[in-house]
């Protein structure tokens, strides 16, 4: 595709319930990583694959949060049994290769509101 | 470890005068620098990069920044401001041996008429 894309766009859901988010990255990327914004904390690494694997997880918040990548392309970010301090806007991005001088482009994010 | 501070939440600025975003990054390793433009309700889009080539880097919109090692810096600056420039600003680093952009604060660009 022409760039990065996120699903939902919006997504409310009830205290406990789990949400999955969804990234698509720019075709023959082989880098993906996952970030949030929110207001109190701006924006924090989640965690980067590169294909399939996962090298670096190291901001995942807790164990309720998991990710996974298909296939060198899609990935969808878990949160199990939300919690309000999920509240926020999750950011995927995609780069060409693992090298850390190569752009990341960014999707639109997924606002997630738990009530 | 790498960190990057932005020095001021919100800057406000006249349609025409200069444009002075301030940040300031710690790295011990020699760092890739960024400044990413979030404009409201989307996504961050990437306004220049600095990759240890040119100490003076330009990037799209009139926007440029220099890279100052011996003052641990990378100031965007635009010389007229422009009222489509009202975004938020995203300083950020990384290295070759990290896998993550460790990212600033952010500063809330205002452009007043």
């Known amino acids: 595709g022409a760039g990065v894309s996120q699903s939902p766009s919006n997504k409310v859901t009830e205290k406990g319930k789990d949400v999955e988010l969804r990234c698509d990255p720019i075709?023959?990327?082989?880098?993906l990583y996952w970030y949030r914004q929110s207001l109190g904390q701006g924006l924090e690494f989640l965690i980067y694959?590169?294909?399939?694997?996962?090298?670096?997880k190291s901001g995942l918040p807790s164990d309720r949060f998991s990710a996974e990548r298909t296939g060198g392309s899609v990935s969808t970010l878990t949160i199990q049994r939300t919690q309000q301090e999920d509240s926020a806007v999750y950011l995927c991005?995609?780069?060409?290769?693992?090298?850390?001088?190569?752009?990341?482009?960014f999707g639109p994010g997924t606002r997630l509101t738990v009530l | 470890a790498q960190s990057v501070t932005q020095l001021g939440s919100h800057v406000s600025v006249s349609e025409g005068a200069l444009v002075l975003l301030r940040c300031n990054y710690s790295?011990?390793?020699?760092?890739?620098l960024f400044w990413y433009v979030q404009y409201p309700n989307q996504g961050l889009q990437l306004l220049l990069k600095?990759?240890?080539?040119?100490?003076l880097v330009k990037g799209i919109n009139g926007f440029e920044a220099e890279f100052k090692k011996s003052e641990t810096s990378f100031h965007l600056t635009k010389p007229s401001a422009h009222m489509s420039d009202a975004a938020e600003y995203f300083c950020?680093?990384?290295?070759?041996?990290?896998?993550?952009?460790?990212f600033g604060s952010g500063t809330r660009l205002s452009i007043r008429p």
């Open positions: 075709s023959g990327h082989t880098a």
């Open positions: 790295s011990s390793v020699p760092p890739y």
């Open positions: 950020a680093v990384t290295s070759s041996s990290a896998s993550k952009i460790i």
């Open positions: 694959f590169q294909g399939n694997s996962a090298p670096d």
């Open positions: 991005a995609s780069s060409r290769d693992r090298g850390q001088s190569d752009t990341q482009y």
């Open positions: 600095y990759t240890s080539a040119a100490t």
